[in-house]
């Protein structure tokens, strides 16, 4: 069984560093065709995926937050671990970790986490 | 990067109902599409992928179509369980993926 585990602080300070960790199991995150993804959703608004990962440790960022994030992995310890720095109350969100699963003609997300609502607030 | 749209933003429907929504993408992104469902709390859930592809596990009253830049999702028979937001996501460009802004599926 596939499943995701996303952890963290549910509050942060604004200029704080934000990290958070997905946890995994069901899967390893060196099969080659799956890599791992983090997507936020601030309260009412749309989904904006933030970074990825693959097997082969190649790494893409959202180009308007790339300056901030850093997306790693532990594979020994099956985790997937993103790292936002200066955070400012418009980063709050939910920050939901998913696996990205290489298809023909599609890489879509097809296990997700349940989710972590991160609030920045002093 | 690709900018992805959706229409309705919203729409309200019965059970039973037909529900079609469409997705457009800001240049061809060939059959490289995704639709998902999320209802609050709950994490997303796959349908399609490869713009016309069930994903497993996923009732066949969902369906999908499309490519280039314009793509479709059908519900047959609008179900309980089926209300909720629906959202397209691209996967042509693998160093930027993005998702469309949703579409909310309330009842009627």
């Known amino acids: 069984q596939v499943t995701l585990r996303e952890s963290g602080p549910v509050l942060v300070r604004p200029t704080e560093t934000l990290t958070l960790t997905c946890t995994v199991s069901g899967f390893s995150l060196n099969h080659a065709k799956m890599g791992v993804s983090w997507i936020r959703q601030p309260p009412g608004k749309a989904l904006e995926w933030l970074a990825h990962?693959?097997?082969?440790?190649?790494?893409f960022y959202n180009t308007s937050l790339k300056s901030r994030l850093t997306i790693s992995e532990d594979t020994s310890k099956r985790q997937v671990v993103l790292t936002m720095t200066n955070m400012d109350p418009v980063d709050t969100a939910t920050y939901s970790c998913?696996?990205?699963?290489?298809?023909?003609?599609?890489?879509?997300?097809?296990?997700w986490g349940q989710g972590i609502l991160v609030t920045v607030s002093s | 990067d690709i900018q992805m749209t959706q229409s309705p933003s919203s729409l309200a429907a019965s059970v039973g109902d037909r529900v079609t929504i469409t997705c457009r993408a800001s240049q061809s992104i060939s059959r490289y599409l995704s639709w998902y469902h999320h209802k609050l709390g709950k994490a997303p859930r796959l349908l399609i992928y490869a713009a016309s592809s069930l994903q497993s596990g996923v009732p066949s009253r969902f369906s999908g179509s499309g490519s280039g830049t314009e793509f479709t999702l059908t519900i047959n028979s609008l179900q309980p369980e089926d209300f909720g937001t629906y959202f397209c996501?691209?996967?042509?460009?693998?160093?930027?993926?993005?998702f469309g802004p949703g579409t909310k599926v309330d009842v009627k």
């Open positions: 998913a696996r990205i699963r290489w298809l023909p003609n599609s890489i879509p997300f097809d296990y």
């Open positions: 990962i693959f097997s082969n440790d190649e790494k």
């Open positions: 996501q691209q996967s042509y460009s693998t160093s930027s993926f993005t």
